[in-house]
């Protein structure tokens, strides 16, 4: 099935602002006409390795028909390439890691006329900000307590060992077992796991050989994130099968890792993690895909691949281009 999702036209990216301002005048919202998502720490500098993560959560929001403001530092703003300007609707310069200063930014925002349909934090270090700021914005969200628990590595073993999943809890002796990495996301409150990747020297590579089912895998890390209290958006487990068991090692709450987001585009084309989120969080019908959790070692040929309508080109291409056709299933 295909399905065609509208977008306003494109306009000039708004001009980045170095400082935020709350005692200025606040013009006219900017921000009508759709859904708008508030993305945290989405700036990644032009050519920076983080760069192609970003600007594809950002195209992802557009072929959604999401506009987007991105908070984050202004020197990161600035130092952002062509796609990214494009790509978002709003930016303003905010430490993105500062919750309390992220919420009133925000409140104040809302109480001029601006709206936020859903809040989501891409690296590591804004999740509590972004859980803050959804709380006090009444949005979908994971809960600030779950967050600090996921970060804080000794709170974090201690409640999975706590909850009778096998942890390594002496970093002194040298890990056991094959090392992998589940990726999913959240839909529903329910955690759904797309694709498990093994690390290796030149990048990513199907977990294979290992004593376990994809699916017990599965299962254990959509297990650990459950029980640590997550219950939205992008998750990362990384496991290590073992002989004694599945062992869980750490938990994320992004896809930070380099080359894992190409290596699920590359293997899973069908599954689009952060548009299943927002359709999630907006409260859109989606059919949830059904891949593969162990795919095979070389993507489908061209004919295997079920027809998609690509964006032609750039991303720069993609301001000129009213919608976007998306294969959902």
Do not use: F
């Given at each position: 099935m295909l399905q065609q999702r509208h977008r306003p036209a494109a306009r000039p990216a708004a001009p980045d602002a170095t400082t935020p301002d709350t005692t200025a005048p606040v013009a006219a919202p900017a921000t009508a006409g759709g859904p708008v998502a508030l993305l945290l720490g989405a700036a990644a500098p032009h050519r920076h390795p983080g760069e192609a993560a970003a600007n594809s959560t950002l195209l992802e929001t557009w072929s959604s028909g999401v506009r987007t403001w991105v908070l984050d530092r202004a020197e990161?703003?600035?130092?952002?390439?062509?796609?990214?300007?494009?790509?978002?609707?709003?930016?303003?310069?905010?430490?993105?890691?500062?919750?309390?200063?992220?919420?009133?930014w925000a409140r104040d925002r809302r109480a001029a006329g601006h709206r936020f349909d859903l809040v989501l934090g891409l690296r590591e270090d804004v999740q509590l900000a972004a859980a803050r700021l959804a709380a006090a914005l009444d949005l979908p969200g994971n809960h600030p307590d779950a967050v600090r628990r996921v970060q804080d590595t000794g709170a974090r073993l201690a409640a999975l060992a706590a909850g009778g999943f096998l942890v390594d809890e002496d970093p002194d002796r040298a890990p056991e077992g094959a090392a992998l990495t589940a990726v999913g996301a959240f839909v529903s409150g329910r955690p759904h796991v797309f694709l498990l990747a093994a690390p290796t020297e030149d990048g990513w590579a199907p977990a294979t050989g290992l004593p376990h089912t994809p699916q017990d895998l599965a299962a254990e890390a959509a297990a650990a994130v459950l029980h640590l209290g997550l219950c939205f958006g992008v998750f990362r487990v990384d496991l290590r099968a073992t002989d004694r068991g599945i062992a869980v090692s750490d938990v994320r709450l992004t896809l930070e890792a380099p080359g894992l987001q190409a290596h699920l585009a590359r293997t899973l084309p069908c599954v689009e993690l952060f548009n299943l989120v927002y359709d999630d969080a907006l409260g859109r019908t989606t059919a949830l895909p059904a891949p593969p959790l162990a795919p095979a070692a070389q993507p489908p040929t061209a004919p295997a691949v079920p027809p998609f309508v690509l964006l032609a080109g750039e991303p720069e291409g993609a301001a000129a281009e009213p919608h976007i056709c998306r294969g959902t299933d």
């Open positions: 990161l703003l600035a130092a952002r390439g062509p796609e990214a300007r494009i790509l978002s609707d709003e930016a303003t310069g905010l430490d993105s890691v500062h919750a309390d200063a992220c919420v009133t």
